[in-house]
């Protein structure tokens, strides 16, 4: 039986760190909310492709070679795999990510 899951409802945030939430995950993907009020994460080199479409609030994606991108709600950004790079603000942010393996 599939779970219905709506992207919008209860939302919340922590002050300690982000909230992840799973909403889906196979052999071949895996689909996380993650909900942040204003953390600075540290720098990420991932082996998956990541997808992430910020549904909600504001927030700055910096690459390791200084790069920065501002986005807004709705906007979408694919990372490549080893493309190192960290939120380097946010504000209540509510993120749709997913991950290709």
Known sequence: MDKLYNIFKNIKFSRDGEIEEKIYEDEGVKVFRTMSLDQVTGFYDQEELEIVFLLKGKAQIEYEDGRRLDLGEGDSLAIRP????????????????????
Do not use: D, G, P
């Not at 080893?82 to 393996?101: D, P, T, Y």
């Open 82 to 101: 080893h493309e190192i790079h960290r939120v380097s603000w946010q504000e209540k942010a509510v993120w749709l990510c997913i991950f290709k393996k």
